[in-house]
């Protein structure tokens, strides 16, 4: 008799199943059938755990922007440097991880993957903005940072970032003067001193740096 795997067991595998083939076809044109068929269960087993293939997306989501919550939490719970400090520190931990993650990612943003990548950048927003306008609110109170408005201002950063600065070609001429700018209002936005977060410019000049060329 096969021995019938626990149900946290059994849900992570879907999960697992379920990511691999939404972001290498598309999650469009995945069918139910075929994560039963991947993972060799039947479909009431899969109903058992998941009510649609939606509820599989979501849950692969929420492990994904889970996982980057707790790095931001954990760091900033062991980080005693200054707002500055924090602020980067928190970034750090919160970017996309070498290996799956950064696999997950390259695959979230072809074309077939529309809705999950908007998804998935909606829940992402979502837990990143009070972890990081948590450190904005302790440099208000140390006088690091100006800013009424710590959430709102962190939205637009987050999302002129995801929108503008992901898709930006390293070796285009314009390039050095959208980074400079994009950091200069970031400082206006939180209220911050004039080249306090230069630092920002190091982070996308390596992430450029690390990032495979793409064949035409």
């Known amino acids: 008799m096969t021995k019938q795997k626990a149900a946290?067991?059994?849900?992570?595998e879907i999960l697992d199943v379920a990511e691999r083939l939404f972001v290498t076809q598309g999650y469009e044109q995945t069918?139910?059938?075929q994560v039963l068929d991947a993972v060799g269960i039947a479909k009431?087993?899969?109903?058992h755990h998941f009510a649609s293939k939606e509820a599989v997306m979501e849950g692969i989501i929420d492990r994904y922007v889970s996982a980057i919550a707790a790095r931001g939490e954990q760091v900033l719970a062991q980080h005693e440097g200054g707002p500055h400090q924090r602020f980067l520190a928190a970034v750090l931990a919160m970017q996309v991880q070498p290996g799956g993650q950064e696999q997950m990612l390259t695959e979230l943003n072809k074309p077939q993957n529309a809705l999950f990548h908007q998804r998935t950048a909606?829940?992402?927003?979502?837990i990143a903005v009070p972890i990081?306008?948590?450190v904005v609110r302790e440099g208000v109170d140390q006088g690091a940072f100006?800013?009424?408005y710590p959430e709102e201002a962190?939205?637009?950063v987050l999302h002129y970032t995801a929108q503008v600065l992901d898709d930006l070609d390293p070796q285009h001429a314009a390039t050095p003067r959208k980074l400079i700018a994009f950091v200069h209002h970031t400082e206006l936005l939180l209220g911050a001193e004039p080249g306090s977060l230069a630092f920002i410019l190091d982070l996308f000049t390596n992430?450029?740096?690390a990032k495979p060329e793409v064949a035409p």
């Open 132 to 134: 990081l306008a948590t």
């Open 8 to 12: 946290p067991v059994r849900r992570a």
């Open 31 to 33: 069918s139910v059938q």
């Open 44 to 47: 009431g087993t899969f109903y």
């Open 207 to 209: 992430a450029s740096a």
């Open 122 to 126: 909606e829940r992402t927003m979502a």
């Open 146 to 148: 100006r800013t009424d």
């Open 154 to 156: 962190l939205e637009l």
